[in-house]
């Protein structure tokens, strides 16, 4: 397991799996341990996935500062980990909560990232969220469901501020509640920092407008990569923050939620697998 120095002296850890170009994953939650992200449904058959655990996380040190914990100083430790990798420009996926994180890392430094996932993330950078009435539609997507009629009461009660995650709307992150979804979600439960997660995105950490405009200027290639039943965000949220690039494109996994890597992993690989290949929109040169 690697470890390097961010900036500010935090010691941070990598895991990789896999072998070939470097593929840098940077994790949802917010602040949730790597490990969930398993090898992606298999894309590390074709990339070496290099998954970060953000500080605070997984196998990372805690910062002597917990304001670091904000979103927007994440970016230091992501420049960091790609110096450490002796990379002149990256490939970066970015899941859920980690999708403000990498919208942020390319805002500040667009010269450095060479194409750009982002799987299910939630445009909290770019000012926008999931409404709850996207989450309520994504929901009776699911009213067929045989565990529908337990975990929709307990989903709408989250929706209204219960202050307590009750784990019986889990299956409404999923696509199919099959037993590795089940396990999956298990494994989860143990590896966030919750007071990291309430500083992710705390007062200061986003300026949408300067970001909206600097993203507007990317030259790399971005992936935005939806589930049909995912509600946060929802396609056509996922739409909305494609087309803030100007090399976007735009794909819905059928029937896949929040993991779309479960629920389908052979779509989910050929699809991402293929957008970093270039057998899609070609890769465009670095800023000047």
């Not at 917990?66 to 420009?89: H, K, M, N």
């Not at 509640?177 to 439960?189: K, M």
């Not at 923050?241 to 929040?258: K, M, S, W, Y």
Request: aromatic share 8%.
């Amino acid at each position: 397991m690697p470890i390097f120095a961010a900036p500010d002296g935090t010691e941070l850890a990598y895991h990789l799996k896999g072998e070939g170009d470097p593929l840098v994953v940077l994790p949802g939650g917010p602040m949730q341990a790597s490990r969930y992200l398993g090898d992606l449904g298999g894309l590390a058959a074709h990339r070496q996935l290099v998954l970060l655990d953000l500080r605070g996380t997984g196998d990372s040190a805690v910062p002597v500062d917990p304001a670091t914990y904000r979103c927007d100083r994440l970016v230091d430790d992501v420049e960091a980990l790609r110096v450490q990798l002796g990379l002149e420009r990256m490939d970066v996926l970015a899941h859920s909560a980690g999708g403000s994180l990498a919208m942020l890392y390319a805002a500040r430094y667009p010269e450095r990232v060479r194409r750009l996932v982002l799987v299910t993330a939630n445009p909290w950078a770019l000012g926008t969220a999931a409404p709850p009435e996207d989450r309520r539609a994504a929901a009776l997507l699911r009213k067929d469901e045989p565990w529908f009629p337990t975990a929709f009461p307990a989903f709408e009660a989250w929706l209204d501020g219960a202050p307590d995650y009750d784990p019986a709307i889990a299956p409404f992150f999923y696509g199919r509640w099959d037993r590795a979804a089940q396990e999956h979600h298990a494994r989860g439960d143990e590896e966030f920092n919750d007071e990291a997660a309430d500083m992710y995105g705390s007062s200061g950490a986003y300026d949408p407008p300067a970001t909206h405009a600097a993203l507007s200027r990317l030259p790399a290639p971005v992936l935005v990569l939806a589930g049909e039943l995912d509600g946060a965000p929802r396609p056509e949220l996922a739409g909305r923050t494609a087309a803030v690039f100007p090399h976007a494109e735009l794909a819905v996994q059928p029937g896949a939620a929040h993991y779309p890597w479960l629920d389908d992993p052979e779509g989910f690989v050929r699809r991402v697998a293929a957008f970093l290949d270039g057998s899609g929109t070609p890769v465009l040169p670095a800023a000047e």
